[in-house]
């Protein structure tokens, strides 16, 4: 089966670094993505890892172990408006395959 | 803008009823995915069309359908709604065939059955 853990909510001060994990079990790897999603809104792709390591993007990093099972995404330098849910997902089958998403973690960022 | 089109953006229905969701990918992409998210559960993959033809079909249920047209836009029907199909239904598309393609999404529509 498929299973993605995320943890359900984080809390962070304005101007820290934030680290949001995500674990996974899935019958097949063929990348992952983060994506932010505002309330009520769509959402927008951040990030992709499919091989280990550390991809930076500006205030934002990801990473990845595929042994482990494991990514996180790093935010740094905190604003308010990074306040959103955060979602991990994995492409488990090759091609151009659909997502499997976890549930998601929402982050409220304060002064 | 992501250039995914979801209408209607809010619907608000009686139960038993048959509403129609329609999506317009971004122009040239070919692969329209629905996903269904309520307030409990994350983003639940329902179908996934390619071109026209259905590529891959997630947790959808019989009273559900859905289609690709020639013009590459989309329709999610669901019939016979229940309180339960209360949720954020969201197209998204992506153009080719590789792994490291993300998906878009649009703004969604807010389904509520009362």
């Known amino acids: 089966g498929q299973n993605i853990d ?4 984080m809390t962070a001060t304005e101007g820290a670094i934030v680290q949001i994990n995500c674990t996974y079990q899935t019958s097949g790897f063929n990348g992952l993505f983060w994506y932010q999603q505002h309330a009520g809104e769509a959402p927008t792709f951040l990030s992709y890892n499919v091989l280990d390591g550390l991809e930076e993007k500006g205030r934002f990093s990801s990473f990845l172990s595929r042994s482990k099972g494991y990514s996180y995404l790093l935010l740094k330098e905190l604003q308010m408006k990074d306040s959103a849910s955060y979602l991990c997902a994995v492409r488990d089958r090759s091609g151009n395959t659909p997502l499997v998403f976890g549930k998601g973690t929402r982050l409220s960022v304060i002064a | 803008d992501s250039g995914v089109t979801q209408t209607p953006k809010h619907l608000i229905t009686a139960t038993g009823q048959r509403v129609t969701l329609r999506c317009s990918p971004r122009s040239g ?9 309520s307030l409990d559960q994350g983003l639940q993959f329902l179908i996934q069309y390619y071109n026209g033809e259905e590529r891959a079909k997630g947790n959808i249920l019989e009273r559900f359908s859905a289609q690709q047209f020639p013009d590459l836009h989309s329709e999610l029907n669901l019939s016979s709604l229940e ?10 598309s992506s153009v080719s065939q590789a792994e490291n393609t993300e998906a878009f999404f649009g703004q969604g529509t807010r389904l509520t059955v009362v």
């Open chain 1, 6 to 9: 995320q943890p359900t909510e």
């Open chain 2, 29 to 37: 992409d070919l692969s329209v995915y629905w996903y269904q998210q």
């Open chain 2, 83 to 92: 309180l339960g199909d209360s949720a954020l239904y969201f197209c998204a």
